[in-house]
């Protein structure tokens, strides 16, 4: 079975500072999908950034950026310029390429101190 | 024109009571979602369905039961609440390529007393 792991159970960062989230994944699969999910208080899941497995090039949005190690099945989301409303649980999240199930990590608390 | 809507978004209830969520889709997916997330914010899959089959179904109590009755809905049922019931519960939908995110609805927080 997939299994995805989120090692650090809080985070935190200064505004304007940048911060890096850590996730590692477990598959023997080749064709899978990755995702960041952010989950603020007000509970609603926001997806954050996707990444296709067979891709090199990593995915980019706006102050968000991910660094894909495939073959150390690493997937961990950069914040640039954080801001106060970045603070949130961020979720890491496995799909494989041909099923319809998405497994997610335990997830991060990200703090923004101002 | 909330994209997946969930009702209700909160619902206390006593033990030994039998409720249900509904959930409802309007993105035109063929794949739908419960996911159970616990007081330590983890997201577990419960089940998902994909235009009206059920394709996963985790280890989760027979008094958990969903329904779709269509792909638009999925629909959860609960029998014989227990105090370890207590959590928030998530609907989400997919479109059949995979590539693609899946998209939550607001939840559910389920306390049971």
């Known amino acids: 079975a997939q299994t995805v792991t989120q090692s650090q159970p809080e985070m935190s960062v200064q505004e304007a500072e940048t911060v890096t989230l850590s996730c590692t994944y477990d598959?023997?699969?080749?064709?899978?999908?990755l995702f960041w999910y952010k989950q603020p208080p007000s509970r609603q899941m926001i997806l954050v950034i996707r990444?296709?497995?067979?891709?090199?090039q990593n995915a980019t949005e706006n102050r968000f950026s991910v660094n894909f190690q495939k073959a150390a099945k690493s997937f961990s989301l950069k914040i640039s310029d954080s801001q106060l409303g970045d603070a949130a649980m961020y979720f890491c999240?496995?799909?494989?390429?041909?099923?319809?199930?998405?497994?997610f990590g335990a997830g991060t608390r990200l703090t923004v101190k101002p | 024109d909330t994209a997946v809507s969930q009702t209700p978004k909160y619902l206390v209830t006593q033990m030994g009571n039998d409720k249900s969520i509904k959930c409802e889709q309007n993105?035109?997916?063929?794949?739908m979602y419960w996911y159970k997330q616990d007081s330590k914010k983890f997201l577990k899959i419960m089940f998902s369905?994909?235009?009206?089959?059920?394709?996963i179904n985790e280890t989760v109590p027979n008094r958990f039961s969903p329904k779709s009755p269509d792909k638009a809905h999925l629909n959860l049922h609960i029998n014989s609440l227990e105090l370890g019931d207590s959590a928030v519960y998530f609907c989400?939908?997919?479109?059949?390529?995979?590539?693609?995110?899946?998209?939550f609805g607001q939840g559910t927080r389920l306390t049971v007393v």
């Open positions: 999240a496995y799909r494989r390429g041909n099923n319809n199930d998405m497994r």
């Open positions: 990444q296709e497995a067979y891709k090199q």
């Open positions: 993105l035109g997916h063929d794949t």
């Open positions: 989400a939908s997919s479109p059949r390529a995979y590539n693609t995110e899946a998209f």
């Open positions: 369905y994909n235009n009206k089959e059920l394709i």
């Open positions: 598959t023997s699969e080749s064709d899978y999908y």
